[in-house]
Each structure stands twice: as C-alpha cells, then as structure tokens.
C-alpha cells in the first residue's frame, strides 16, 4: 500500500500555534501503528483559526481536520483520519468550507496545496506557464499586457504597475534592476508572508517576467528581518531555482534582510538600505524607475504585485481586469486580523464591503463583544466606525471615505478599545519609526505624543485637541514621505469618529 | 582581537556582493550583511570592530556608526543569552499584547525595550512578525509563538532564567 499523503502547514502562522509539534506526532504514531504516511509541510490555507490545519489526501480530494494539537493525534488515528473518517475535529473537504469556497483566488491557487519547495509540484499546479509564456513574447508585449490588467501596487500606494515598468522598460542604463519590497510593515498584514512561505517559486516567476520586461538581469529580494521563517523559505527556492537553472545568469537573484526599520519598507529607504547606508528617504525625482539602486533604472514592486504577474501573463491582462470594480482590478488578497472570529487571509475581487468582510465571513469579534473599530491599511490608516462599514474595499472608494486600502490589512477591535490611546499609538509609532528627515515628522510626532498625553490627563482639553490637529495639518502638509504624511490620518479619523474617547473621563464618571 | 574574523567576514561578503553584481559593486553594498554577520558570531556589534569594518569597505567610521546606530536590529552591547520580542502593534494591541506586556513589568520586573544584558532574558518590543491573526504574537530567539497568554509567557521567562 503507498503511503498516505498527509498535510501540515509549515508556514509560521499554523507553526507559532504548534504545527511542527504535530507533524512530529503524526510521524511517530504512524511509525508505532506500522502505518505508511508521507508528511508534506505545505503553505497555509489561510484559514489561521483552525491552524495547525491537517489534512489527508483522499480519492475525493484533501479532508481537512483542525485546529490540531499533538495531543489529538492518537485520537485521529484511532478514528481512520487516514481515510478521511470522522472525529470531533473534521471540517470535511477542504475544498467546500465556505471560506475558502468563496473566494476568487488568482494569486494564492497553490498556497496551502503546494510542497512550496517543490519544484515538481510547482510545474503540475500551472507553475511556470507566465515565464513560458513571457519567453515568446517581446519585452513591450509583457508590459503592455500588464498595463491592461489594470494591476495596481499591492505595497500601498496603488500605482499602476505596468506603467511603471513602462518607464523602467524605456530607460538608460547598463544594469537594471528588480526590487521586491518584502518588507510587509504594517499590522494585520501577512499576505506577502505566506506567498514567501507558501509559494515561493511564484515570487521568483513573477520577478523573472519583470526582468524580461524592461530588460533586468539581477534582483533582490527585501524581507524584514521580523520574518525568519520567510527568509528561509526564499533563500531555499532561490538555491532551488539556480540548481534547475531556472535561475541564471540572465536573470539572477539574491535576499537582503532588513534590519528592524519600518521606513525601509518606504521603497527609496529600502534601496539606500541595500546599498549599505541609513535607511533614509530619498527626494523625488529622480524615480527609483530612472534612477534607483545603485543609480540604476529599477523596478521595485510589493510581492503580491510582482505575484500577480504569473497569472496575468499566462491567462492575459484583459482576463485579470475582469476581476474588481472602478479603477480597482483584478483581485486583493485582503488580510483579516486583530479581534476577529474568522481571521485569514481573504483573497477576492475588489469590491467587497468592509462589513461583509467583517461580519459575513469573520463573523464578528473573537470577544463576542460588539465591533467598535476597525484599522484599515496599516499604521498608517484611518480607524473606521461602525457607520462606515459599508466602503467598499477598493482603493477609491476607501479615500473617498477618508481611509485608504493600503497593503489589504483590516485590523478589528471590539468595544473595550480606548481611542485616545489608538491616536497616542500611532504617533508614538511615527517617532519611533520616524527617518529624520522632516522636521514635522520627526519633531511633531513626539509632539503629539506629548499633547496626547495632557488630554488625557484632563489638562486644557480643548486646546490641546486643537493643537493635536494643528500638528496633523503640519505633518501632512511638511511631510517627504506617507509616514509622516499619512499618521494623521489614524490621529484625525479617531477624533472625528470617537470623540467620546477624548471628553473628559475622570468629570464625567464623578457626575 | 577580532580584527581577522571581521576581516575574514568582510572578503566573504564583499566577495559574494561582487559575484553577484560584478567587480564594479560598491563595497558598501556588503554593509548590511556584514553587520548582520557580525551581530551573528559575537551577539552584538563589537565597538572595536567598527574601524576594520570602515576599513574594509573603504568607507569611514562615521558612515558606519551611522548606519549600526539607524537600525533597530543592531546592538552594540552584548545581548541576553534569550530575547523575547513582544509584538506591540495594532492587532495584538486589539488582542491584549499590552496586558501582556505589563505583567512582564509587573510580574518579572521585565520592562520590554529595557532589556538588562546580564539576565538570562531581555525584552523588547517589535511591531508586527505577520502573525496578526493569531496574536498575541511574539518571537522567542527564531521561535514564533501566537495567541501568547501569560501562564506561557510566566514559563517562557521562568526556562530562560535558568
Ligand atoms: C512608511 C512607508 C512604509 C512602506 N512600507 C511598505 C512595505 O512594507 N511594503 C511595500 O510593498 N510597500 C511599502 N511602502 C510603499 C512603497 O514605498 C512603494 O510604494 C512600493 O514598494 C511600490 O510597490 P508597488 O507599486 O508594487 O506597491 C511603504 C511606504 C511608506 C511611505
Ligand atoms: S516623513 Fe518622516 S519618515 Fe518620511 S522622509 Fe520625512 S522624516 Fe523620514
Ligand atoms: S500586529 Fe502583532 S503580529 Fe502583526
């Protein structure tokens, strides 16, 4: 009899809540009971509340049973989970719960079903077919059929993809480069994270397309150094990579790790890091697309935006625009955390409405208690109240209400969260994270710390609040880049929506 | 007394820089990865290493302290034999990481982001490890740990301090 073929999640997610435990447990039960399994660590579905997620390949496809700890393991043998059997724990085929049933997946297809360091398994799953692809096209043709795609920079800022790498396919240079900007900053998201982990040769493909498109031999990939499990991961398939000579000299590429800097994400902070010096913002122009690492014309892109192209080149651009609404095509992989019932990564059309996301398929605080507010986009973006719930995830729609979608990262808190304390945080996170250069930035922050503070000891409430917003017009106004520029938006969005959290406490409750 | 090995560290980064980007790379393109090397074999950024580092990469002391003072990963004191890096951003704001991080003040006298070398286990604060939807997160040395409570970490801090 061949061996069973058994899932466990090797991505960090489903590892910080014991997936290595149970994959170990499952090898030395089966090895007590005689029996013949093969233990394949894959990605992460991306349904993390039922992580460690196990399942058994079966002849009516993958059955999945979660969330899994070591002790449960003796439990699911006595009950034939080898073949598929019932036990407390089953969630049935993977494949039909609703949560993965719904979504429109483009980009993440092979995550969690994949060995992600399986080049084999990479091929048979449509693997390589964009690069093929790309091989018989002319360079102007693979960008042109990214501009149609409509693909936008998943990183945060919405730039249209193909336009930039118009620019960088037109310009001078010796040597070109492609960035991927790995350095996934912004709380609630992990999307990148696990297309490093569970699919990395997608990555790889997606910068090998770039770099036959505007004429690119080398590449580098920026991971945070936050991010060990990715690391590895991306180190491994790149030596993959080279070994199958899917890497070479014509198109080579390597890692940086980034050394604890939320600005380096910022992408000419991230290219003065590569080249050795302090992550500090570069003025525009001149653009990273005309003179970027090393003085060099450069693409740098977000990893879910490179990791679109693959599909984009091999199923058309025209195809991809069909997903999504307005200005925003194609699909986001959304990334739903915080205090959320459901939490995950939910990949779909634009479009979709921040309530539904939350209630529909989150279902709700993992509390229990009522949701309050809701972070989209990051630190850098505006908590939304419950009357804003229905904007539409879409980068548009989501300024129009005073937000932005920023890397696709919705960040939930229920009704014990302190708002005054939320703006504190945010401008304590931008003097913290600040580069130095703008004085509004650096300065206004610990600024608004400071006055922060006094309101919340009751002291010149009125005029402190003013001035906290006057410092937001300076930073928005003094600012180089969105750290400075765009922490007001948290800061203003708390005081515009919540302002019972910045009244006066301590009177209050004596009355 | 390091002189060699940061030597040693220095040909082999600079060398890898070059393999890949040609002799004409910028030595200074190796800075990172030597930094991060060197925190690697001696736990922390030896200050008197930091000559031979701007020697070998032909650029001055001042750019590399520079450079080792901007980034948040980079010690230039020696490190506990345990970090914990307590996630202190948004989602496991909204999950409780700051109840989380006053017990530690409260209950083990470990203030994150005040580590003390000399203890088995210093804290610090990190904002976001991609495990938002599983937190409290926090990283022990390489180890990811999600949906952290307090009898964990009680025992976590308890087994460092040995
Ligand atoms: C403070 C700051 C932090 C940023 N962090 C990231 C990040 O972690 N990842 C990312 O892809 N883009 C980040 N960006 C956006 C990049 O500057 C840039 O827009 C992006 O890398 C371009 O790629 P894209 O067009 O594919 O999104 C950040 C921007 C700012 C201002
Ligand atoms: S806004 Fe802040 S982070 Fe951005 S360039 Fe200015 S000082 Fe640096
Ligand atoms: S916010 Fe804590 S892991 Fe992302």
């Known amino acids: ?511 | 007394m390091n002189t060699d090995k940061i030597i040693e560290l220095a040909s082999r980064e600079v060398a890898a820089l070059k393999a890949f980007l040609g002799p004409d790379a910028p030595a200074q393109g190796a800075l990172l990865p030597l930094l991060q090397a060197i925190q690697h074999e001696f736990g922390y950024i030896v200050p008197d290493t930091i000559a031979t580092v701007a020697d070998e990469l032909n650029i001055s002391q001042a750019e590399v302290r520079g450079v080792v003072s901007f980034y948040h990963d980079f010690r230039l004191e020696r490190a506990s034999r345990h970090t914990l890096k307590l996630c202190r951003a948004e989602a496991c704001q909204s999950l409780g990481s700051e109840k989380l991080a006053a017990h530690l003040t409260s209950r083990h006298q470990l203030e994150p982001g005040h580590g003390k070398p000399d203890e088995g286990l210093s804290v610090e604060n990190v904002y976001c490890l991609g495990n938002c939807g599983l937190g409290p997160a926090a990283l022990f040395d390489e180890t990811l740990i999600g949906r952290l409570d307090e009898q964990r970490l009680d025992a976590i801090v308890a087994g460092a301090r040995k």
């Open chain 1, 1 to 511: 009899m061949s061996a069973v073929r058994i899932f466990v999640p090797c991505d960090a997610a489903a590892v910080s809540v014991g997936a290595d435990e149970v994959a170990a447990s499952i090898t030395a039960e089966a090895k007590r009971r005689g029996l013949a399994v093969e233990i394949i660590r894959n990605g992460s579905r991306g349904m993390l509340w039922l992580e460690p997620l196990v399942e058994v390949a079966t002849a009516k496809g993958p059955v999945a049973y979660g969330p899994v700890r070591a002790a449960d393991i003796s439990t699911l043998f006595d009950a034939n989970f080898l073949g598929g059997d019932s036990h407390p724990l089953s969630l049935g085929l993977t494949e039909e719960i609703s949560f993965l049933k719904n979504q429109q997946r483009l980009t993440f297809t092979r995550i969690g079903v994949t060995d992600p360091l399986s080049l084999d398994d990479y091929r048979a799953h449509g693997g390589f077919a964009g690069l093929d692809k790309a091989r018989t096209l002319k360079p102007v043709e693979i960008v042109e059929d990214i501009v149609a795609s409509g693909l936008r920079g998943r990183g945060g800022a919405g730039f249209p993809a193909g336009i930039k790498w118009r620019t960088v396919a037109s310009a001078q240079g010796s040597q070109k480069f492609i960035v991927c900007n790995a350095d996934e900053g912004d709380s609630g998201t992990f999307a990148d994270r696990m297309v490093m982990e569970g699919d990395p040769f997608m990555l790889i493909e997606g910068m090998a397309i770039a770099g036959l498109a505007v004429g690119a031999t080398r590449g580098f990939i920026y991971i945070r150094s936050e991010y060990p499990h990715a690391i590895r991961s991306m180190q491994r398939a790149i030596a993959i990579a080279r070994r199958a000579r899917v890497l070479d000299d014509s198109f080579d590429l390597d890692v940086r790790i980034g050394a604890g800097a939320y600005i380096c994400g910022e992408e000419t902070s991230l290219l003065e890091s590569i080249e050795g010096k302090r992550g500090q913002v570069r003025a525009k122009p001149p653009l990273p697309a005309h003179r970027g690492l090393f003085g060099k014309p450069t693409v740098i892109n977000n990893v879910l935006t490179l990791a679109a192209a693959p599909w984009i080149i091999a199923n058309g651009g025209k195809a991809y625009a069909e997903y999504g609404m307005g200005r925003s095509r194609g699909t986001m992989p959304l990334q739903l955390a915080g205090n959320v019932k459901y939490p995950g990564l939910y990949e779909t059309a634009f479009g979709m409405s921040l309530r539904e996301l939350i209630f529909d398929i989150g279902g709700g605080t993992a509390s229990g208690r009522p949701v309050r507010a809701v972070q989209v986009g990051g630190p850098l973006g505006a908590y939304f109240p419950e009357s804003l719930l229905d904007t539409k995830l879409d980068y548009e729609a989501m300024l129009a209400a005073g937000g932005m979608l920023g890397h696709g990262g919705i960040v939930v808190f229920d009704d014990s969260v302190d708002m005054m304390k939320q703006a504190r945080f945010a401008m304590h996170f931008c003097a913290i994270e600040s580069c130095g250069k703008c004085t509004p930035c650096r300065i206004g922050s610990t600024r608004g710390v400071e006055t922060l503070d006094k309101i919340a000891a009751d002291i010149e409430r009125e005029k402190n609040v003013a001035l906290v917003r006057d410092l937001c017009t300076v930073m928005t106004d003094g600012s180089l880049c969105a750290l400075g520029g765009l922490t007001p938006l948290p800061v203003l969005s708390a005081l515009d929506h919540f302002p019972e959290d910045f009244a006066p406490r301590l009177r209050a409750a004596a009355e």
